[in-house]
Protein backbone atom coordinates (compact mmCIF):
# COMPACT_ATOMS: atom_id res chain seq x y z
CA UNK A 1 0.00 0.00 0.00
CA UNK A 2 1.59 3.18 -1.17
CA UNK A 3 1.60 5.99 1.78
CA UNK A 4 -0.68 8.83 1.75
CA UNK A 5 -1.63 11.82 3.15
CA UNK A 6 -4.31 11.99 5.33
CA UNK A 7 -6.29 14.79 7.04
CA UNK A 8 -7.69 15.39 10.53
CA UNK A 9 -9.47 18.82 11.37
CA UNK A 10 -8.65 20.18 14.69
CA UNK A 11 -11.62 22.87 15.96
CA UNK A 12 -9.01 25.99 17.60
CA UNK A 13 -11.32 28.80 18.81
CA UNK A 14 -14.41 30.97 18.33
CA UNK A 15 -14.86 34.41 18.73
CA UNK A 16 -17.57 37.03 19.86
CA UNK A 17 -19.13 37.28 16.85
CA UNK A 18 -19.04 33.24 16.47
CA UNK A 19 -16.28 32.92 13.66
CA UNK A 20 -14.66 29.78 14.02
CA UNK A 21 -10.81 29.01 13.22
CA UNK A 22 -9.42 25.16 12.71
CA UNK A 23 -5.81 23.90 11.91
CA UNK A 24 -5.85 21.06 9.25
CA UNK A 25 -3.34 18.08 10.15
CA UNK A 26 -1.55 15.91 7.66
CA UNK A 27 -0.51 12.65 8.53
CA UNK A 28 1.73 9.92 6.06
CA UNK A 29 3.11 6.48 7.58
CA UNK A 30 5.72 4.89 6.01
CA UNK A 31 6.67 1.26 6.95
CA UNK A 32 10.29 1.99 6.70
CA UNK A 33 9.97 5.39 8.82
CA UNK A 34 12.62 5.66 11.96
CA UNK A 35 11.78 9.14 12.41
CA UNK A 36 9.17 11.24 12.21
CA UNK A 37 9.00 15.01 11.50
CA UNK A 38 6.55 17.99 12.30
CA UNK A 39 6.88 20.48 9.63
CA UNK A 40 5.08 23.85 10.18
CA UNK A 41 4.53 26.89 8.51
CA UNK A 42 2.75 30.14 9.47
CA UNK A 43 2.45 30.36 12.91
CA UNK A 44 3.18 34.14 12.50
CA UNK A 45 0.07 35.58 11.18
CA UNK A 46 2.31 37.59 8.17
CA UNK A 47 4.64 35.31 7.13
CA UNK A 48 2.82 33.55 3.85
CA UNK A 49 5.87 31.88 1.96
CA UNK A 50 5.92 28.57 3.91
CA UNK A 51 2.54 27.88 3.71
CA UNK A 52 2.21 27.08 -0.06
CA UNK A 53 6.15 25.46 0.31
CA UNK A 54 4.07 22.88 3.23
CA UNK A 55 1.65 22.10 0.51
CA UNK A 56 4.32 21.47 -2.25
CA UNK A 57 6.54 19.76 -0.42
CA UNK A 58 3.67 16.96 0.87
CA UNK A 59 2.95 16.14 -2.82
CA UNK A 60 7.03 15.70 -3.28
CA UNK A 61 6.76 13.44 0.13
CA UNK A 62 3.83 11.09 -1.75
CA UNK A 63 5.69 10.92 -4.89
CA UNK A 64 9.21 10.09 -3.46
CA UNK A 65 7.65 7.87 -0.80
CA UNK A 66 10.07 9.57 1.75
CA UNK A 67 10.95 6.95 4.84
CA UNK A 68 9.57 9.34 7.20
CA UNK A 69 6.29 9.69 9.10
CA UNK A 70 5.26 13.36 8.60
CA UNK A 71 3.06 15.18 10.95
CA UNK A 72 2.30 18.61 8.73
CA UNK A 73 0.57 21.94 9.79
CA UNK A 74 0.65 24.02 6.60
CA UNK A 75 -1.52 26.72 8.24
CA UNK A 76 -0.73 26.52 12.09
CA UNK A 77 -2.19 30.17 12.87
CA UNK A 78 -5.38 30.83 11.00
CA UNK A 79 -6.54 33.63 13.13
CA UNK A 80 -3.13 35.47 12.49
CA UNK A 81 -4.03 34.54 8.96
CA UNK A 82 -7.03 36.20 8.57
CA UNK A 83 -6.19 39.33 10.50
CA UNK A 84 -5.74 42.01 8.20
CA UNK A 85 -6.48 45.84 7.07
CA UNK A 86 -7.28 46.64 3.23
CA UNK A 87 -5.23 43.49 2.32
CA UNK A 88 -2.26 44.14 4.28
CA UNK A 89 -1.32 41.07 7.01
CA UNK A 90 -1.47 42.35 10.48
CA UNK A 91 -1.44 38.94 12.09
CA UNK A 92 1.25 39.24 14.68
CA UNK A 93 -1.59 40.68 16.27
CA UNK A 94 -4.88 39.01 16.51
CA UNK A 95 -7.79 40.85 15.23
CA UNK A 96 -10.36 38.34 16.05
CA UNK A 97 -10.09 38.19 19.92
CA UNK A 98 -8.86 41.90 20.31
CA UNK A 99 -5.25 41.05 21.07
CA UNK A 100 -3.73 44.21 19.95
CA UNK A 101 -0.68 43.73 22.55
CA UNK A 102 1.72 42.27 19.80
CA UNK A 103 2.22 39.04 21.99
CA UNK A 104 4.14 36.93 19.63
CA UNK A 105 2.76 33.85 18.99
CA UNK A 106 6.45 32.64 18.53
CA UNK A 107 7.60 33.05 22.28
CA UNK A 108 4.79 29.97 23.43
CA UNK A 109 6.59 29.83 27.11
CA UNK A 110 3.88 32.66 28.31
CA UNK A 111 1.52 31.12 26.67
CA UNK A 112 1.47 27.31 26.41
CA UNK A 113 0.22 27.20 30.21
CA UNK A 114 -2.33 30.24 29.83
CA UNK A 115 -6.15 29.20 30.44
CA UNK A 116 -6.68 31.57 27.38
CA UNK A 117 -7.88 30.61 23.63
CA UNK A 118 -4.22 31.58 23.02
CA UNK A 119 -2.26 29.50 25.23
CA UNK A 120 -5.18 26.18 24.45
CA UNK A 121 -4.21 26.85 20.68
CA UNK A 122 -0.16 26.44 21.17
CA UNK A 123 -0.83 23.58 24.05
CA UNK A 124 -2.35 22.07 20.70
CA UNK A 125 0.40 23.08 18.16
CA UNK A 126 3.23 21.13 21.06
CA UNK A 127 0.99 17.92 21.47
CA UNK A 128 1.08 17.80 17.80
CA UNK A 129 4.73 17.99 17.67
CA UNK A 130 5.05 15.63 20.49
CA UNK A 131 5.76 12.53 18.56
CA UNK A 132 8.04 14.12 16.56
CA UNK A 133 12.23 13.87 16.31
CA UNK A 134 12.51 16.47 13.84
CA UNK A 135 10.47 19.71 14.41
CA UNK A 136 10.82 22.77 11.39
CA UNK A 137 9.01 25.58 11.88
CA UNK A 138 8.73 27.80 8.40
CA UNK A 139 8.56 31.32 8.85
CA UNK A 140 9.68 34.51 6.50
CA UNK A 141 11.68 37.59 8.06
CA UNK A 142 10.88 41.20 7.74
CA UNK A 143 9.48 42.74 4.02
CA UNK A 144 12.49 41.29 2.88
CA UNK A 145 15.35 39.18 3.71
CA UNK A 146 18.38 36.83 2.66
CA UNK A 147 17.16 33.53 3.59
CA UNK A 148 18.43 32.01 7.03
CA UNK A 149 17.99 29.47 9.52
CA UNK A 150 18.53 29.67 13.53
CA UNK A 151 19.92 26.06 14.78
CA UNK A 152 21.26 25.31 18.14
CA UNK A 153 25.22 25.14 18.07
CA UNK A 154 24.73 21.06 18.69
CA UNK A 155 22.58 20.87 15.40
CA UNK A 156 24.92 21.93 12.80
CA UNK A 157 25.58 19.07 11.15
CA UNK A 158 22.16 19.57 9.97
CA UNK A 159 22.06 22.91 8.63
CA UNK A 160 25.19 22.91 6.41
CA UNK A 161 24.80 21.72 2.97
CA UNK A 162 21.32 23.26 3.02
CA UNK A 163 22.36 25.73 0.63
CA UNK A 164 20.90 28.40 3.09
CA UNK A 165 23.24 31.64 2.81
CA UNK A 166 23.35 32.43 6.39
CA UNK A 167 23.43 30.04 9.56
CA UNK A 168 22.67 31.68 12.79
CA UNK A 169 24.08 29.71 15.98
CA UNK A 170 22.13 30.31 18.68
CA UNK A 171 23.01 29.79 22.81
CA UNK A 172 20.50 31.51 24.75
CA UNK A 173 17.13 29.69 24.43
CA UNK A 174 14.43 32.19 23.08
CA UNK A 175 11.07 30.43 24.12
CA UNK A 176 10.30 30.00 20.47
CA UNK A 177 8.24 26.79 19.24
CA UNK A 178 11.39 25.52 17.51
CA UNK A 179 13.35 26.13 20.73
CA UNK A 180 10.65 24.91 23.23
CA UNK A 181 11.07 21.88 20.94
CA UNK A 182 14.96 21.60 20.71
CA UNK A 183 14.53 21.24 25.14
CA UNK A 184 12.57 18.38 24.58
CA UNK A 185 15.38 17.01 22.77
CA UNK A 186 13.82 17.00 19.14
CA UNK A 187 16.29 18.36 16.59
CA UNK A 188 14.36 21.52 15.92
CA UNK A 189 15.30 24.41 13.23
CA UNK A 190 13.38 27.83 12.20
CA UNK A 191 13.44 28.49 9.01
CA UNK A 192 13.34 32.17 7.87
CA UNK A 193 12.51 32.37 3.88
CA UNK A 194 12.06 35.10 1.35
CA UNK A 195 9.37 36.95 2.01
CA UNK A 196 7.57 40.52 1.19
CA UNK A 197 3.66 41.59 1.53
CA UNK A 198 3.46 39.19 -1.32
CA UNK A 199 4.76 35.94 -2.49
CA UNK A 200 6.58 34.98 -4.98
CA UNK A 201 6.83 32.03 -6.96
CA UNK A 202 10.27 31.62 -6.93
CA UNK A 203 10.67 32.02 -2.96
CA UNK A 204 8.06 28.56 -3.02
CA UNK A 205 11.12 27.25 -5.66
CA UNK A 206 13.89 28.19 -3.33
CA UNK A 207 12.54 26.79 -0.43
CA UNK A 208 11.62 23.19 -1.54
CA UNK A 209 15.35 22.90 -2.89
CA UNK A 210 16.09 23.95 0.59
CA UNK A 211 14.00 20.95 2.08
CA UNK A 212 14.81 18.64 -0.30
CA UNK A 213 18.78 18.71 0.33
CA UNK A 214 17.45 18.05 3.97
CA UNK A 215 15.85 15.03 3.50
CA UNK A 216 18.44 14.15 0.93
CA UNK A 217 16.73 14.31 -2.45
CA UNK A 218 18.83 16.28 -3.30
CA UNK A 219 22.76 16.40 -2.97
CA UNK A 220 24.23 18.93 0.04
CA UNK A 221 26.18 22.01 -1.68
CA UNK A 222 28.89 24.62 0.41
CA UNK A 223 28.29 28.17 0.64
CA UNK A 224 26.71 28.86 3.69
CA UNK A 225 27.89 31.02 6.31
CA UNK A 226 28.24 30.62 10.72
CA UNK A 227 26.90 33.52 12.51
CA UNK A 228 26.57 33.61 16.52
CA UNK A 229 23.20 35.17 17.32
CA UNK A 230 23.87 36.39 20.50
CA UNK A 231 26.57 38.35 19.44
CA UNK A 232 26.50 39.03 15.74
CA UNK A 233 22.86 39.58 14.74
CA UNK A 234 22.18 43.46 15.33
CA UNK A 235 19.28 45.44 14.94
CA UNK A 236 19.17 48.81 13.85
CA UNK A 237 16.62 51.88 14.77
CA UNK A 238 15.63 55.02 13.29
CA UNK A 239 17.17 58.42 13.66
CA UNK A 240 14.19 60.66 13.47
CA UNK A 241 10.33 59.97 12.35
CA UNK A 242 10.09 59.84 8.41
CA UNK A 243 9.86 58.11 5.14
CA UNK A 244 12.61 55.78 4.57
CA UNK A 245 13.87 55.07 1.31
CA UNK A 246 16.68 51.98 0.62
CA UNK A 247 19.42 52.22 -1.35
CA UNK A 248 20.67 48.40 0.01
CA UNK A 249 19.00 44.98 -0.92
CA UNK A 250 18.68 42.27 2.17
CA UNK A 251 21.52 40.27 1.75
CA UNK A 252 23.90 42.91 0.31
CA UNK A 253 27.25 43.15 2.17
CA UNK A 254 27.99 46.40 3.55
CA UNK A 255 30.51 48.76 5.27
CA UNK A 256 30.16 50.59 8.25
CA UNK A 257 29.58 53.87 6.76
CA UNK A 258 27.80 53.35 3.64
CA UNK A 259 24.97 55.20 3.22
CA UNK A 260 22.55 52.38 2.65
CA UNK A 261 19.20 54.44 2.90
CA UNK A 262 17.56 58.11 2.87
CA UNK A 263 15.20 59.40 5.43
CA UNK A 264 12.75 62.21 4.51
CA UNK A 265 11.87 63.89 7.41
CA UNK A 266 9.90 66.92 8.25
CA UNK A 267 12.80 69.19 7.86
CA UNK A 268 14.44 67.68 4.80
CA UNK A 269 16.36 64.44 4.07
CA UNK A 270 18.86 63.03 5.88
CA UNK A 271 21.63 60.23 4.88
CA UNK A 272 21.57 57.13 7.31
CA UNK A 273 24.97 55.13 7.05
CA UNK A 274 25.42 51.74 7.78
CA UNK A 275 26.19 51.18 11.60
CA UNK A 276 28.14 47.65 10.84
CA UNK A 277 30.00 45.90 8.37
CA UNK A 278 28.84 42.79 7.05
CA UNK A 279 25.72 41.65 6.14
CA UNK A 280 22.14 43.76 5.57
CA UNK A 281 20.23 40.42 6.63
CA UNK A 282 16.92 41.81 6.89
CA UNK A 283 14.50 44.76 6.24
CA UNK A 284 11.28 45.37 8.53
CA UNK A 285 8.01 45.61 7.40
CA UNK A 286 8.79 49.69 8.54
CA UNK A 287 8.26 52.51 5.33
CA UNK A 288 7.03 55.30 7.36
CA UNK A 289 9.69 54.51 10.37
CA UNK A 290 8.83 56.76 14.08
CA UNK A 291 12.17 57.81 15.90
CA UNK A 292 13.75 54.60 17.25
CA UNK A 293 11.65 52.20 15.34
CA UNK A 294 13.53 49.07 13.96
CA UNK A 295 14.63 49.37 10.75
CA UNK A 296 16.94 46.19 10.09
CA UNK A 297 19.09 44.13 11.31
CA UNK A 298 22.73 43.59 10.37
CA UNK A 299 24.65 40.02 10.33
CA UNK A 300 28.41 42.06 11.84
CA UNK A 301 31.63 40.50 10.99
ZN1 LIG B 1 8.10 34.31 12.31
Redesign the pocket.
Known amino acids: MTPKFTCETIPLHSTASDATFEIDVWRYFHPDATKTVYLQAG ?2 GI ?1 LTGIPVVHEFMKEIEANQLAYNFICVPLSNPMGLDSQIMGVQTGYNNLHTNQQNCWNW ?1 RIGNLKDEPSQEGRWIKTLLDLSAAADIVLDL ?3 GIETAPHIYFHKTEIEHVTGLGIPHLLSWEIPSNSFSDTNFQRGKVSLTF ?1 LSSSRSVHGEWVKESLIFLRRFFGLLPKVEGSKIWQTETQLKKWYSPAGGILCWHKDAGDAVTEGDVIATLYTRKGSLELESPYTGVLLLKNPIHAPHERQELAKFLVE
Open positions: IHENHTAE
